[in-house]
Every structure is written in structure tokens, then in C-alpha cells.
């Protein structure tokens, strides 16, 4: 396993999407959706805070977070990354994406490239990701990617493996 950090912060290139690090300039655009354990940032400066977080968790080699972004337009449409560890080679998924550009296959795109990258440069043996019972797009997603229903975490939320 080859875990973060990484002497440059990996941005992997596809056709319809690029992950890249998140910076300080996107946060006036991904405040709406800048979260860190749960918590959602209420003003610029939290979601500040909060990207401090994130980068010390990927120092310490517990995370790695991309933004998400359209290649003609440059445009942050969301973030995805691994987040809480890589524990006995598990890497747990998350994304979420800005609202306008949701059912737009983004996020698909940046999953499959996230995915291949935990599996060929992280060395993961295996990928989760949770999901709230509710949240029928995600599991439609999650499934399409190939991820099955492992457990149920508790009355709202399900984890996912792939």
C-alpha cells in the first residue's frame, strides 16, 4: 500500500471529469456542500477550518480529498475522496456533488476514476461507502458501480462494499 501524502497531490484526468485538490479559491462555490465529520460549514470561514482538517488528515495519511471538476468549464461541480483511515487495506468512499449539477453523470465519472485509483495506486483490498436508507440515487449509483449492500449500520444508514 502506498498511502497519502503523496509528493505531489495526485489529480487524475478523465473525459468528463478531473479530481483534483480542493483550494482555498473553491470554497465560495462548495460551501453549500463543505461538511468534515458530519458538521456542515455555515460560512466561508468554517468551511476554511474545515479544509484545514481535511489537509491534516491527508498529511497524516488518513484521507485524501478531490475536488471534482468539469474540464471545459474549470468549474467545481463537487468532491469525492477516501476518508477515515485505510485500516487493514479498507478505504471508505464518499462524494457529494453541488445541486446543479447533479443527474448529470459527474459523479459517476469521478467514482470510477476514485475506485481505480484506491485500487491500483492505494493498493486497497477493499472499498466502502455509506449511504442513508433513503438516498435511492446513491444506492442506484453505488450499485451501478458494482458496490453490493454489506450491513446495516443502524435504522437510517446502510454501507455498501465493493
Known sequence: MKLPPYDLYPEIAGETIVLRQVSRSDLPDLLEISFYDGKKAGSIQEAMEMLACIEADYQNGSSIHWGMVDPITQEIVGTCGYYRGFENGVGELGCILRPQFQRKGYMKKGLELAIQFGQEDLGLNRITATTSR????????LEGLGFDKKTDLNDLMTQYEF
Not at 433513503?134 to 449509483?141: G, M, P, S
Request: a positive charge; glycine letters at 0%.
Open 134 to 141: 433513503e438516498n435511492t440515487r446513491a444506492i442506484k449509483l
